[in-house]
Nanobody
Framework: QVQLVESGGGLVQAGGSLRLSCVAS??????MGWFRQAPGKEREFVAS??????YYTASVKGRFTISRDNAKNTVILQMNSLKPEDTAVYYC?????WGQGTLVTVSE
């Protein structure tokens, strides 16, 4: 049984930082990533990581960093210089699997 479990969301002021973690169980994945869905908007790609490298959507480049700990089957999203427009539910993704989501709220 495959599960993705996220943690690390919360409320932070603009300019602050948060660190999201996603632990995968049941199998390993070559590619893992993060998506987000803001209120009233569609789910969008944020970042992903595989054996070739890391990939980011333009709006988070230079502010977010994705990394993985293969020994722990974990992917991490370090989010710095957060902006109110980063407010969303963040979802971990691996293959056809999704986590339950973790809410990130950035206040003015």
């Amino acid at each position: 049984q495959v599960q993705l479990v996220e943690s690390g969301g919360g409320l932070v002021q603009a300019g602050g930082s948060l660190r999201l973690s996603c632990v995968a169980s049941g199998r390993t994945f070559s590619t893992m990533g993060w998506f987000r869905q803001a209120p009233g908007k569609e789910r969008e790609f944020v970042a992903s990581i595989n054996w070739s490298g890391t990939y980011y959507t333009a709006s988070v480049k230079g502010r977010f960093t994705i990394s993985r700990d293969n020994a722990k089957n974990t992917v991490i999203l370090q989010m710095n210089s957060l902006k109110p427009e980063d407010t969303a539910v963040y979802y971990c993704n691996a293959g056809a699997y999704w986590g339950q989501g973790t809410l990130v709220t950035v206040s003015e």
